[in-house]
Each structure stands twice: as C-alpha cells, then as structure tokens.
C-alpha cells in the first residue's frame, strides 16, 4: 500500500544490539562526502577494537551530497556497534562533532577524521598513555601527526598555522589540527560551543583548567575522494577563530576553592 502524501519514508529495520551496558570508549566520526571511505574505516576501527575494549561508533553525516547515507545505511546492518546521525544540512565539523558526542554514551569520547588519514588502531596508544599518566586533572590526550602525508603547501599551511596558535594562545600544543583525540566526554561537553571550535580543542581544555597529553600518532594518505579544505579558508576562518578564543582566555580567572571547616 502506497503511503500517503506527506508521510515520513520509513527505513528497512537494522540489526541492533540491546544497550545493556554502557561502553568504555565512544568512537566519534563526523563525515561530509566521504562515501567511499566509510566502510573501509568503519571495518578498520572494528577490527582494531574488538576484544581489547567494550567500544561504540557513532558516526555523524554532515548533510553529505554524495552516497553517504547510502553507505552508512548499509554499514548499520553490518555493524550492531554502530550509530548513525545525520544533519539534514551541512553544518560544519564541529557541529557534526557536537552532534556524536551529545549522543555517545561512554565516559571516554575518541574522534578520528573521517578521510580514514587517522589510523584507528593509534586509539588504543591514546588509551594507553591515559591509563598510565597517573594524572587525575588530565582532560585530554592529542594525536601529533609523525610523518604527514599531505602535500608540501599544506604542511606549510599546517606549520605556519600551529606556530602563530601556540604564540598568540600560549597553549604549547604541537598539532592542534589532528583529528585523533580522546577526552572526557563531561569536559568537551563544558566548553564554549562555536563553529570551528575543533581546532582549539587542547587549548580550550586548559582554558578550563584541565591537563592536555600529547602522543606520537601514525598518518597516512587519503584513500579516496577530496579535502575540503583549502588554504585560503583554513587561513582567514583560522585567525578570526584564534582571536576569539585568546578574548575567552583574557576573559576566564580560575578561583583557588578552599573547603570551609565546620568548627
């Protein structure tokens, strides 16, 4: 029977799992127009997780124009694991980020680029370097890309870009702009939210007070399909961004609270 005018499209059911327990780790991948990369990725991150930790991916459609959809669709019915978002316009990646990490379940948040660049099986080196860093104020540990392999005018761009952050916010971070972190989902979920918010992300978690590691990651060439990034956006967006983040900074004191004793 046809539906009628105006109805919603109902969607063939998926394979689920019952959320019985909450997961140790949520993986957070936000994509736009990377068809062709999200089965291999999603297979990559799978294979490199399973049996080592109690894991989720969510993974967030930007309001992709290509087969996105499509393909995440059918990797849902593959995957019991697997959540998928979807804006129904494009709204950036930081809002695309926003949208996993509201809905991710797990204490512990990981994020990986979705142009399958970030090696997933370096989460586990983030997850490790947390568990022996004995320190109970850190709020974060950042991927520092070895090795990029991007072409020679955007590692320029890259380099230039960190040496004016780390001068103009003092935030001593080597490579703000990978994408393989792993953080408090209670401490991401406390900052400002702003779009490009993304790439200050170390500098924000100290702006609140918290401690930031950072860990050697892998890098590899994109397998498939285009950046959507270019020099001169990433450039002027960038510095206008930095400016309002060190206004937050000049404008955040941190208070010494001391306990009152009850005599």
Known sequence: MAARPGAPELSPPELSVPELSVPELSVVV???????NIAPLIAEIDAALSGRIEFEIVYVDDGSGDASAEELARARRCHPRLK????????GQSAALGTGIAAARAEWIATLDGDG???PADILSLVEARDESGDPNLRMIAGVRRKRRDSPLRRLSSRIANAVRRRVLRDATTDTGCGLK???????LA???????????????????GAVLEVP????????GASHYGMLNRAWIGLVDMLGVAWLQRRMKYPVVEEMDES
Do not use: T
Not at 84 to 91: D, E, F, G, I, Y
Not at 191 to 209: E, N, Q, V, Y
């Open 217 to 224: 990651v892998g890098h590899r060439p994109r397998r498939a």
């Open 191 to 209: 900052l400002p939210a702003f779009d490009h918010m993304h790439r200050f992300l170390p500098a924000l978690i100290k702006r609140g007070g």
């Open 84 to 91: 998928v978002l979807r804006h129904r316009a494009q709204c």
């Open 30 to 36: 936000p994509v736009h127009d990377e068809a062709a």
């Open 117 to 119: 660049q970030n090696d």
């Open 182 to 188: 792993l953080f408090r989902r209670e401490a991401y």
